[in-house]
């Protein structure tokens, strides 16, 4: 029943977001007990990590390695943001662009003032690192890379990588 699918997971987002305390022995049959699942389920969300929540729900999005050619992955990453109505800021970073899809462009990721929830990075290897090291002088805590050229490469990738991820961690 959609019950038991509620509960089992609810049960997997506790141990995820390491709720263990939780009670999941909860049988709905009034709509105080679907009010109370409610607040509960916004405990959750409230009370998740920051990291983890800038995560899932950022306010803010800087997506690095923006792009105006349609089909590339920083196009259309930035399209996919656009037609899905994101509500937060989104904060693209293209050296070579003012605008994007009706977004402002900043020139580089400490022109932007404000702060900065969700990085994603879409750029070639050689400026990832880089990259990184300037959004956590940002103090961005949470991160998605999309490119190529790091441990699928050889030894040379795997150790920049893993460096990479040290500095994240």
């Known amino acids: 029943s959609s019950f038991f699918r509620l509960r089992d997971t609810l049960k997997r987002v506790s141990i995820l977001f390491h709720f263990p ?26 009370d998740m990590s920051e990291t983890i929540k800038n ?31 994101y509500q937060g800021t989104v904060f693209p970073v293209n050296p070579k662009a003012e ?9 580089s990721i400490t022109s932007i003032e ?3 929830d969700l990085a994603v990075l879409v750029v070639p290897k050689q400026f990832v690192e880089s990259s990184i090291d300037e959004l956590l002088q940002k103090n961005v805590k949470s991160f998605i890379v999309i ?23």
Not at 59 to 73: E, F, M, N
Not at 99 to 107: A, N, Q, R, T
């Open 55 to 85: 995560f899932f729900y950022p306010k803010t999005l800087c997506v690095v390695g923006a792009s105006s050619k349609p089909l590339s992955i920083g196009y259309e990453i930035l399209n996919t943001i656009r037609k899905y109505s």
């Open 21 to 46: 305390k939780l009670s999941w022995s909860i049988i709905i049959v009034s709509s105080a007990e679907i009010l109370f699942l409610h607040i509960l389920i916004q405990k959750i969300v409230f």
């Open 114 to 116: 404000s702060a900065i």
């Open 147 to 169: 490119t190529a050229g790091f441990k699928e490469t050889g030894d040379e990738g795997e150790k920049i990588e893993q460096r990479i991820v040290e500095k994240i961690k």
């Open 99 to 107: 605008e994007v899809l009706g977004y402002k462009c900043f020139p």
